[in-house]
Structures are given as C-alpha cells and as structure tokens.
C-alpha cells in the first residue's frame, strides 16, 4: 500500500490501477472513497473483500458529469434530471434503474444502481483521467467509522488498498444524501448535508415519500449499526451524561466524552472532545473526533444528544447508528 500527494502524476498512476482492476483509495467532499473500476465485477468483488462488506449492500458510482448517467440509468425521470442540475457536484446520490450491463456485484443485485458526481477537484480529475465509473464506499471496514483523513484510511486497511490519494481532511465529513428516484415517487434513504426539504423545494413537491423508511438494504449506511466505533458508545442527554460519568467514575472506568454543551475538564479518567454548535461544523469533525475518542482504547464513549431539528438530521442519523442500540430513552 502506498499513500501519495494526489497531483497530476498520483492521479494518473491512480487511474493505471484502476484499469488494471486494483483499488485506490481516495478524498470526496463527504468522505475518502474505496474505489474499483465499476465495470469490472472482479474488481468491484475487491472491494467486499477489503471492507469485509457483505456483497448484498450496494455501493454508489461516481461519475465525473450528468451527461453519464444515461451510461448507467436505463431510465432517467425528469426528477434526476432536476436533482442533478441542483446539487451536482454535490453530496447526493441518486437511485436509479439500472442498465442491464451494469454489474450486479455493484448494486448487491438489484435492478437499480447509485450514481453520484461528487464535488473533490481529487475525485474529479481522477474521474475524467479514469474516464469511467468508479464504484466506491466509504473506505474503512464494514460498520465502521467512515474515515475522513488519508491517515484513517491507512490505519482501515492497511495494505488491501493499493494506493490513497491523499487530498487533506474532508470539507463536509459526513456521507452524501441518498434518494431513490426508480419509484413511483421520490424516497429519500439517507440523510445528508443537503435536507429533505431543499431536495423536494427543487423537485416542486411538498415532502418526499416514506423518508428513510425500507425493509430492505437499498442504498448504503442504512443498518441498525453503522459508522461505529470500536469502544461501546451511549448517546445521552447533558444531564444523563454527567449522571453517566459520575457512575463510571466511581466504577474506575475510562471515559471518553464528546460534547458540544457541556463544560467538562479532561483529567486521567475522562477525556474530552468539545465540538460546536454548528451542525455543519460539527458533522465535519464527527468522525475524526469519535475516531480518536476510539483509538485511547477506553471502557466507554459518552456522546451527548444534539438537537432534534431539521438541520442536525444527518449527524443524529449518524450517531444513532455509531451507539446502535446503546442509547437512553
């Protein structure tokens, strides 16, 4: 494995790779990408077996323009053509009915793929050099948390990825947004940076259908647990939280706190990350900060419950999937 500045010279090496169906890891606006050639099933399978990722769970295919999504959608409704005109390049994925050569290793067999055009000069330029579709997830391993520095992605997976483009820390820091459009009506799956509202303002609807509402696995990051990390999580109340580190204490546990309220001093027993009150800013340094609070191999992670409104959606949805079932009522 091998970690380089991307410039033209990594970006076209990336692409060599790509080609030749081996897997290059590298920075979007959301997240840092694992990325295969998506026309290739035998590289695409690679990326399964590097995440430990379960070949049931789609991955998302980037593409450098709309232009390409006729290369990928059999059928384009005037809705992808909106959302796209709106927030391409942008953090928002759009799910559509596939054409028949696509790949099912791609779309964990399902007849409709993910397509998005992320906003990264990096994915760009290797995009256009590759001059394809390049399948690819968050690269870290399955149900972990997504890495949003080059650094995380070499502490993940070490030598199952054949080159990281290293393009500095993520701008947004969460995962795009993801919509199905292959229905009769627009579903949103994911949450993200760009809201409910701005996606159905921009379709002229009043809201989208069933929001986050699937029996099944139809687009990626929609399990019970997910972006989670290692250490056992809880996410909690302020007051809850101060309650919970008053108990641990005295249990002589190791506590790891992350806050954007609270005003609580690290000392040997309890470390603290204070992040703002800006949901933005707070979803950009999530999980960078749940990945250190991670790495100080501590008995718990304390989260503290953000807001419940509009503008927090993405960072809660996040972090109810990071703690799973570990939270207070």
Known sequence: MNTTIADATSINYAATLLKQGR???????????????????????????????????PLIVHIASPSQLADWASVIPD???LLSQSFW?????????????????????????????????VALNLL????????APSANRFCRISPTQAE??????ADRV???LDGGACQIGLESTIVDLSGDHPR??????IGEQAIANALGITSLSNPLCSPEIRAPGMMALHYAPITRTILCSAVQLLTEIDRLIT???????????LQYQSNPHVHVIKLTDSAEAYGQALYASLRKLDSLKLDQILVEQPPNNSSWWAVNDRLTKAAGFNHFD
């Open 79 to 81: 809705s992808a053509i």
């Open 188 to 193: 949103l799956l994911r949450p993200g940076q």
């Open 89 to 121: 390049p942008g953090p928002l994925a759009l799910i559509l009915k596939k054409q028949a050569w696509v790949p099912l290793e791609v779309t964990g067999g399902q007849d409709t793929v993910a397509l998005r055009m992320p906003n990264h000069p």
């Open 162 to 164: 054949d080159l990281i």
């Open 152 to 157: 995380h992605v070499r502490e993940e997976l």
């Open 23 to 57: 897997l290059v890891a590298f920075p979007t606006e959301t997240v840092y990408g694992l990325g295969a050639d998506a026309s290739n099933p035998e590289a695409v399978q690679r990326i399964f077996t590097a995440k430990g990722r379960p070949s049931s769970h």
């Open 251 to 261: 249990e002589n546990k190791r506590i790891g706190i992350l806050t954007y309220s």
């Open 128 to 135: 256009r050099t590759f001059n394809g579709g390049i399948a």
